[in-house]
């Protein structure tokens, strides 16, 4: 068979998360001809979906920001460090559907906007949440952070703030490439990670699919949502530092046999390590999610000039164009940092840019358009701003 190397997840547009949901439905419970022939098409339609003008528009009802307000918060840490909010419509009405591994963006009253994984337990395949229509997200606070945590932590009830239409970086994928009904998932998850691998494993636990759950952290009393995963059964494990030792890669992995998908989400050391043991894996599918921006590979100093001053500003080897820009102007927007929100874009009037996002179509780039917090420049980038 075709060796595959370890890729990470396409992001589908937000407008077709009812295939998506259709598949995960329909694949666990018709003939094994159609786990054969299906996935090929949807990847077939993936790839030509820009020729195609696939996704390529985001309905305006689907951009708008919605106004919520929090309707429940919690600690759900032992020690208090991480806090959940759900949330509801202002006005009662049920939130838009969300899938597995979806985010919202968050705008806070200060302004400042921060991007937080959707950990719901989704209780049937039509996406209704146990909150009936509400959004539930979990934040650890990071005291010496940039301040987005802690203003979450200072929300209470009652509170209004607006919210994006659900979108998603890292969607669970029930059916694999030439899936032969062998297919198994492995979900690892440490610290805060488990807010987007939760919705998965206990969708993976409702579709009858064969997986497991290991749960890293640094200490019991830090760790969220354990009851939730301690309700899935023996199929999850829990594992804190602080009794269990800090695990190896080989022990967090095991054996990985082919014809295994794994989702993965944790600090960058995790994803770096993970990949690295898998690299030349055969027939093993890697999906993943980062909590911050990817590190910079084979970094080149350069050199930014703002049009609209002319003021030049220098990109270190090992800095972001967007650091470098923040250094200088503090009040640019931006959000994410790691290149698939869009917050930070910004034009190109002269200079050839490298782009590393995996958010621009080929024509958004042609047009001159680049995420400063990933991309960068063989020597001089002059953009408007």
Not at 209 to 229: H, I, K, Q
Not at 337 to 357: A, M, N, S, W, Y
């Amino acid at each position: 068979m075709r060796k595959t190397k370890p890729q990470r997840t396409l992001r589908p547009p937000v407008e077709n998360e009812k295939l998506t949901e259709w598949v995960q439905r329909t694949s666990t419970r018709i003939s094994p001809l159609v786990n054969v022939t299906l996935p090929p098409l949807v990847r077939t339609v993936a790839k030509y979906s820009e020729t195609l003008h696939v996704g390529r528009t985001v309905p305006a009802h689907v951009s708008a920001q919605i106004p919520v307000r929090v309707h429940r918060r919690e600690a759900v840490s032992p020690d208090g460090s991480v806090a959940s909010l759900v949330l509801e419509h202002v006005d009662g009405r049920p939130l838009p559907r969300w899938f597995p591994g979806a985010h919202i963006d968050l705008t806070l009253p200060s302004g400042l906007q921060r991007q937080y994984s959707l950990c719901g337990n989704l209780t049937d395949h039509g996406g209704n949440l146990t909150d009936h229509g509400r959004y539930r997200i979990a934040v650890r606070l990071i005291t010496d952070g940039r301040g987005g945590s802690s203003e979450v932590h200072s929300l209470r009830e009652g509170d209004t703030l607006t919210v994006s239409h659900p979108r998603n970086a890292f969607p669970f994928a029930p059916v694999g490439h030439g899936d032969t009904g062998h297919r198994k998932i492995r979900f690892v998850a440490a610290g805060i990670g488990i807010t987007p691998i939760l919705p998965m494993a206990e969708s993976a636990q409702r579709l009858g699919l064969d997986w497991t759950l290991l749960y890293l952290g640094r200490s019991r009393e830090s760790m969220a949502f354990t009851e939730r995963v301690e309700a899935l059964g023996n199929r999850a494990v829990i594992r804190a530092d602080d009794t269990d030792g800090t695990p190896t890669i080989r022990k967090i992995l095991g054996r990985v046999r082919p014809e295994t998908a794994i989702f993965v989400c944790g600090p960058e050391p995790l994803i770096e390590a993970v990949l690295k043991k898998l690299a030349k894996a055969d027939q093993v599918e890697v999906h993943f999610e980062r909590f911050s921006a990817p590190p910079i590979v084979d970094g080149r100093p350069f050199r930014i000039v703002l049009a609209s001053s002319g003021e030049v500003i220098d990109v270190a080897s090992d800095q972001s164009m967007l650091d470098a820009i923040l250094a200088a102007r503090p009040g640019t927007v931006h959000s994410c940092k790691q290149g698939f929100c869009g917050t930070c874009r910004l034009k190109v009037i002269q200079g050839e840019p490298d782009h590393r996002d995996s958010l621009l179509t080929p024509s958004e780039r042609a047009d001159g358009e680049i995420l400063p917090c990933v991309s960068r420049a063989g020597q001089t980038l002059t953009v408007d701003l």
